[in-house]
């Protein structure tokens, strides 16, 4: 008899992203009986934390979509882009910086791999260096929200 090893936290963000992925995909944003009904696929926490994603969807993708050279918009990422950087946006709320983004950048790179009979032509891909985008812009995201914060407890 074979015991189920536990979830890596890389695991556990992926199927995270994977909803979300769906939620974006499905246009349910809104839809918070979707999330509670892939329960038994997310435990406790996860769904906890996709609900965060959820309550604060407009805030994120706002605040992304500000940071985006004015020729590119939200609808031009991909889904899956989308749902990555989303789930980072919330987890920059409770977990180091440093960790989220490389996290992001790594399962960016896992979605958006090429194989080992990758053209040089798809190596300069803007699909291959996605993961540096993702990197950019969650840097930019954080620098951003750390000095909005700042400036606002200055305000007070």
Do not use: G, H
Not at 8 to 14: C, H, P
Not at 15 to 43: A, C, G, R
Not at 53 to 60: H, M, R
Not at 111 to 134: C, G, H, P, R, V
């Amino acid at each position: 008899m074979t015991q189920n090893k536990p979830k890596t936290q890389r695991q556990k963000r992926i199927e995270k992203i994977q909803i979300l992925y769906q939620v974006e995909l499905l246009n349910l944003q809104k839809d918070f009986d979707f999330v509670l009904n892939m329960e038994p696929y997310l435990d406790a926490k996860q769904t906890k934390e996709v609900f965060v994603v959820l309550k604060n969807y407009d805030y994120f993708k706002n605040f992304l979509e500000s940071l985006l050279d004015p020729s590119w918009n939200w609808q031009r990422l991909s889904y899956m882009l989308r749902a990555i950087l989303l789930n980072a946006c919330a987890e920059f709320e409770f977990i180091d910086a440093r960790i989220v983004i490389n996290e992001a950048v790594e399962i960016t790179k896992i979605f958006f791999q090429l194989t080992s009979d990758t053209s040089a032509k798809e190596y300069n891909s803007i699909e291959y260096n996605l993961f540096k985008f993702t990197n950019a812009l969650l840097e930019t995201y954080y620098k951003t929200k750390v000095k909005i914060e700042a400036f606002k407890s200055n305000v007070k």
